[in-house]
């Protein structure tokens, strides 16, 4: 007889498939060039955060190999107790030195510094002001703060104001936004948001997950990942020296969570010794974007991701299913993680990309009817 548990489960799965929102795990097999294999299959990937290639780059991988053999497989305890192994120290400092900060740090993962992070800077009596599409992670961490939160208008300097009026019936305000959104590729006005949050005495903290090129703005902390353009798994926050060592001394899913393994933290430093070396790179994803909105006619990218917003999510499923015929992934992300009815098919770019290969996927998406049936966003 079934248990209870598992009658519960299924009954929630089976609403879950009505609403074509159920999420199933694909295998597949990375290779260099954006290449993907399945079992039946090889795919050019669409999809990927791994920007620059840079996790199938023979320097990064030998750099792992190397830490392997040198240390050893894991961390063996939290960063606090012995688990802080020297690349650690280096890591930040290339970070720090990267955006032009005084002091880096690495937690687990992005997902881990944003909770760690928010949580270890507000609390009951301050409020938080995070932009409507902000990440999952960025709420999470505001959801175990315990600040009250308010959210403003995608982007929208006006909407960000009139909530800032509310501003002086707390102890401290935390602005939180994204410099590239995740899932429209479009950028945050940081300048004008420092600015505002200047004026009204609050802290201004920017997530820089899908962004490429450091922004010279001037926000109080920022956040990053060591899994996307890094090419390896982590995250890490930068700023001030004393703010750091404060979030350092306070943040729990630092404190309580085992260190990173050696062979991750010598793959991010190496990702970040070669982008030093050829910051050209960092430019060729855009590139690439671009030459993807310019040959469909799209809103010239801003970024590496372009969403093509379909609707409904059977709409974006069947079209995702489409590409895969024809050997291109490209995930259809649907809500929770996009507003209701804007599911959409999310294109990243990668420095690995061929010219041809875009092309041979622009001259597929053209003939497709669920593209002319797309929902154009005016800028
Ligand atoms: C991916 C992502 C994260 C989480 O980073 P991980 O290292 O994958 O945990 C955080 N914020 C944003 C905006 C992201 O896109």
Redesign the pocket.
């Given at each position: 007889m079934p248990s209870s548990l598992s009658q519960f489960a299924e009954k929630q799965l089976a609403a879950i498939r009505t609403k074509a929102a159920f999420r199933e795990f694909l295998p597949l097999i990375r290779q260099p060039d954006q290449q993907l294999l399945s079992k039946e299959k090889a795919y050019i990937s669409f999809s990927c955060?791994d920007y620059l290639g840079l996790t199938q780059h023979p320097l990064v991988k030998e750099a792992a190999k190397t830490a392997i053999a040198a240390y050893g497989a894991g961390a063996g305890a939290s960063r606090l107790v012995t688990g802080d192994h020297p690349l650690y120290t280096s890591l930040e400092q290339a970070l720090a030195q990267f955006h032009q900060r005084e002091a880096a740090l690495v937690f687990g993962?992005?997902?881990?510094?944003?909770l760690g992070v928010i949580s270890a800077l507000v609390g009951k009596n301050d409020l938080v002001i995070a932009d409507k599409f902000?990440?999952a992670?960025?709420l999470d961490g505001i959801k175990l703060s315990g600040a009250h939160l308010l959210r403003f208008q995608h982007n929208s300097l006006a909407s960000l104001r009139e909530h800032l009026h509310q501003r002086s019936y707390y102890r401290h305000c935390l602005v939180i936004t994204?410099s590239v959104f995740?899932m429209d590729g479009d950028c945050a006005p940081l300048l004008e948001m420092s600015e505002l949050c200047t004026e009204t005495d609050s802290w201004l903290l920017v997530?820089h997950?899908?962004s490429l090129v450091p922004t010279s703005s001037s926000e109080d902390v920022i956040?990053g990942?060591?899994?996307?353009m890094l090419a390896s798994?982590?995250?890490y926050i930068a700023g001030e020296r004393s703010t750091i060592e404060y979030i350092r001394n306070t943040a729990r899913p630092l404190i309580f969570s085992t260190g990173l393994p050696p062979s991750v933290l010598a793959a991010a430093s190496q990702a970040l010794e070669i982008i030093r070396t050829q910051p050209e790179l960092l430019m060729l994803p855009l590139q690439h974007a671009r030459f993807f909105t310019e040959r469909l006619h799209l809103n010239p990218a801003t970024s590496a991701i372009v969403p093509l917003i379909l609707g409904s999510n059977e709409l974006a499923l069947n079209a995702s299913h489409d590409l895969k015929e024809k050997g291109f992934l490209v995930t259809a992300i649907r809500p929770p993680t996009v507003p209701a009815q804007t599911a959409r098919l999310r294109f990243t770019f990668a420095a690995t990309h061929r010219p041809e290969e875009i092309e041979r996927l622009c001259d597929v998406i053209e003939k497709e009817p669920w593209f002319k049936a797309r929902i154009v966003v005016s800028e």
């Amino acid at each position: 007889m079934p248990s209870s548990l598992s009658q519960f489960a299924e009954k929630q799965l089976a609403a879950i498939r009505t609403k074509a929102a159920f999420r199933e795990f694909l295998p597949l097999i990375r290779q260099p060039d954006q290449q993907l294999l399945s079992k039946e299959k090889a795919y050019i990937s669409f999809s990927c955060n791994d920007y620059l290639g840079l996790t199938q780059h023979p320097l990064v991988k030998e750099a792992a190999k190397t830490a392997i053999a040198a240390y050893g497989a894991g961390a063996g305890a939290s960063r606090l107790v012995t688990g802080d192994h020297p690349l650690y120290t280096s890591l930040e400092q290339a970070l720090a030195q990267f955006h032009q900060r005084e002091a880096a740090l690495v937690f687990g993962s992005g997902y881990m510094a944003n909770l760690g992070v928010i949580s270890a800077l507000v609390g009951k009596n301050d409020l938080v002001i995070a932009d409507k599409f902000c990440h999952a992670s960025i709420l999470d961490g505001i959801k175990l703060s315990g600040a009250h939160l308010l959210r403003f208008q995608h982007n929208s300097l006006a909407s960000l104001r009139e909530h800032l009026h509310q501003r002086s019936y707390y102890r401290h305000c935390l602005v939180i936004t994204e410099s590239v959104f995740s899932m429209d590729g479009d950028c945050a006005p940081l300048l004008e948001m420092s600015e505002l949050c200047t004026e009204t005495d609050s802290w201004l903290l920017v997530d820089h997950a899908h962004s490429l090129v450091p922004t010279s703005s001037s926000e109080d902390v920022i956040v990053g990942t060591l899994s996307k353009m890094l090419a390896s798994y982590g995250g890490y926050i930068a700023g001030e020296r004393s703010t750091i060592e404060y979030i350092r001394n306070t943040a729990r899913p630092l404190i309580f969570s085992t260190g990173l393994p050696p062979s991750v933290l010598a793959a991010a430093s190496q990702a970040l010794e070669i982008i030093r070396t050829q910051p050209e790179l960092l430019m060729l994803p855009l590139q690439h974007a671009r030459f993807f909105t310019e040959r469909l006619h799209l809103n010239p990218a801003t970024s590496a991701i372009v969403p093509l917003i379909l609707g409904s999510n059977e709409l974006a499923l069947n079209a995702s299913h489409d590409l895969k015929e024809k050997g291109f992934l490209v995930t259809a992300i649907r809500p929770p993680t996009v507003p209701a009815q804007t599911a959409r098919l999310r294109f990243t770019f990668a420095a690995t990309h061929r010219p041809e290969e875009i092309e041979r996927l622009c001259d597929v998406i053209e003939k497709e009817p669920w593209f002319k049936a797309r929902i154009v966003v005016s800028e």
